[in-house]
Nanobody, 114 residues
Framework: QVQLVESGGGLVQPGGSLRLSCGAS????????MGWYRQAPGKERELVAT??????TNYADSVKGRFTISRVNANTVYLQIDSLKPEETAVYYC?????????WGKGTLVTVSS
């Protein structure tokens, strides 16, 4: 079992930055992959970025060069978001895969608006 809690969302102007945090508890040393997904109003949830236990990362094409995922220890993963766009307003969810099972946090809302 893994529990995930996100934080760091909020209101930011276009072009601004945020850092999202995800704290994990439970079987944290058995987590193979951690990542961030987002779901905009009226749209399906989509992958933003992932980081594997070995450190390799993967990004959606739309965020490459602007978003940076980092897992700083066994129970914390960050998502640095730069140059935000209004269309990136969404609920951002933390995800962890442990023994092939997906675990999700409740999400943190990022609103990009002037």
């Amino acid at each position: 079992q893994v529990q995930l809690v996100e934080s760091g969302g909020g209101l930011v102007q276009p072009g601004g930055s945020l850092r999202l945090s995800c704290g994990a508890s439970g079987s944290i040393f058995s987590i193979n992959v951690m990542g961030w997904y987002r779901q905009a109003p009226g749209k399906e949830r989509e992958l933003v970025a992932t980081v594997r236990s070995g450190g390799s990362t993967n990004y959606a094409d739309s965020v490459k060069g602007r978003f940076t995922i980092s897992r700083v220890n066994a129970n914390t993963v960050y998502l640095q978001i730069d140059s935000l766009k209004p269309e990136e307003t969404a609920v951002y969810y933390c995800n962890a895969i442990c023994y092939g099972i997906d675990y999700w946090g409740k999400g943190t809302l990022v609103t990009v608006s002037s």
